[in-house]
T-cell receptor, first 112, second 114 residues
Framework: AQSVTQPDIHITVSEGASLELRCNYS??????LFWYVQSPGQGLQLLLK??????LVQGIKGFEAEFKRSQSSFNLRKPSVHWSDAAEYFC??????????FGAGTTVTVRA | SQTIHQWPATLVQPVGSPLSLECTVE??????LYWYRQAAGRGLQLLFY??????ISSEVPQNLSASRPQDRQFILSSKKLLLSDSGFYLC?????????????FGPGTRLTVL
C-alpha cells in the first residue's frame, strides 16, 4: 500500500521569504501526487497535482512542486510567502484505486 | 459548476447518542464519494468510500456506518457515539472517469462528543 511522510510538523517563515515543504512517498509504481491546503476550520483545497509528464508542476496561489522519482519526493515550494499562506498543507498519493493516502500535514506560520 | 455541501457545520452530542451527518454533491453525476475524519495532528483518515449507489467500502472498523441512498448523497451515521468519535469530518467527491481524479472537499463538520 502507498504511504506519505511529511517530515516537518510545523514550519515558521517570514513574510516574503521562500517556503519549501517536504513530502516523501512510498509506492512501487509512478503515483498520482497532490498537494492540498487547509485553512483553520475549512475543507481542503487542491493546490496542484502530478500525474505524468513535466516533473515541475505549477499550481494556484504561486505554488509549484517537483516530482523526483529517484528520491521518492514531491516537495512544494513558493518563492515569496504572503501572510495569507499561513495554513496546514497536506501531501497525498493515489495509486489508481480511487483512494488517496494523506500525510500528517505541515502547519505553516508566517511572521511579519 | 460542482459544489459539495455538508451539514451541520458544528455538532455537540452526548456520549451514547446517535449521529447523522449528511453530504450532498451538486453539478455532477455518479461521483465517487468519501468520508474522512481529521483528528488534531493526525492528518486525514479515510473512513468510507463509495463508487456507486448502495456500494460502500469501509476502511476502518469502528462504530460508524455510511450509506448512499441517492447518487449524490452520502450519509455518515452512528447508533451510539463514543468520546473518541470527536473530530472534524470531511466529505469529498471525485469524478468517476478515472482513479487519478483529484478529490474535492466539503467545508466539514466539527463534532464534539461530551
Amino acid at each position: 500500500a502507498q504511504s506519505v511522510t511529511q517530515p516537518d510538523i510545523h514550519i515558521t517563515v517570514s513574510e516574503g521569504a521562500s517556503l519549501e515543504l517536504r513530502c516523501n512517498y512510498s509506492y512501487g509504481a509512478t503515483p498520482y501526487l497532490f498537494w492540498y491546503v487547509q485553512s483553520p476550520g475549512q475543507g481542503l483545497q487542491l493546490l496542484l497535482k502530478y500525474f505524468s509528464g513535466d516533473t515541475l508542476v505549477q499550481g494556484i496561489k504561486g505554488f509549484e512542486a517537483e516530482f523526483k522519482r529517484s528520491q521518492s519526493s514531491f516537495n512544494l515550494r513558493k518563492p515569496s510567502v504572503h501572510w495569507s499562506d499561513a495554513a496546514e498543507y497536506f501531501c497525498a498519493v493515489g495509486a489508481g484505486d480511487y483512494k488517496l493516502s494523506f500525510g500528517a500535514g505541515t502547519t505553516v506560520t508566517v511572521r511579519a | 459548476s460542482q459544489t459539495i455541501h455538508q451539514w451541520p457545520a458544528t455538532l455537540v452530542q452526548p456520549v451514547g447518542s446517535p449521529l447523522s451527518l449528511e453530504c450532498t454533491v451538486e453539478g455532477t453525476s455518479n461521483p465517487n464519494l468519501y468520508w474522512y475524519r481529521q483528528a488534531a495532528g493526525r492528518g486525514l483518515q479515510l473512513l468510507f468510500y463509495s463508487v456507486g449507489i448502495g456500494q460502500i467500502s469501509s476502511e476502518v472498523p469502528q462504530n460508524l456506518s455510511a450509506s448512499r441512498p441517492q447518487d449524490r448523497q452520502f450519509i455518515l451515521s452512528s447508533k451510539k457515539l463514543l468520546l473518541s468519535d470527536s473530530g472534524f469530518y470531511l466529505c469529498a467527491w471525485s469524478g468517476a472517469s478515472g482513479a487519478e481524479d483529484e478529490q474535492f472537499f466539503g467545508p466539514g463538520t466539527r463534532l464534539t462528543v461530551l
